[in-house]
Nanobody, 122 residues
């Protein structure tokens, strides 16, 4: 079975940094596009970033460009989200996802983790 397990969330002050990790198992990791999404209380799930199979190409939502960076290590079956200059509006549950169709729509992703909470205070 496919498992995506996020870690690294927590409580951080505005302006601080966190690095999220997502460890994948049960799938051929290098064959999947990986993405990060987030969902804040009362809001819909929102695209954050995605990276292609090799890690050469990535995209980031306008709201996080210049602050967040997605990366992957295929030898470790892990995708990361480095988050810097965090803002209160970044507070959300962050989800890791795996898919095969390029895009920012959550519907393009086939497998999802359980999420990790990121709370930014100020």
């Amino acid at each position: 079975q496919v498992q995506l397990v996020e870690s690294g969330g927590g409580l951080v002050q505005a302006g601080g940094s966190l690095r999220l990790s997502c460890a994948a198992s049960g799938l051929t990791f290098r064959n999947y596009r990986m993405g990060w999404f987030r969902q804040a209380p009362g809001k819909e799930r929102e695209f954050v970033a995605a990276i292609n199979r090799s890690g050469v190409v990535s995209i980031h939502a306008d709201s996080v460009k210049g602050r967040f960076t997605i990366s992957r290590e295929n030898t470790k079956n892990t995708v990361y989200l480095e988050m810097n200059s965090l803002k209160r509006e970044d507070t959300a549950v962050y989800y890791c996802a795996a898919g095969t169709i390029p895009g920012t729509d959550p519907a393009n992703y086939d497998h999802w983790g359980q999420g990790t909470q990121v709370t930014v205070s100020s």
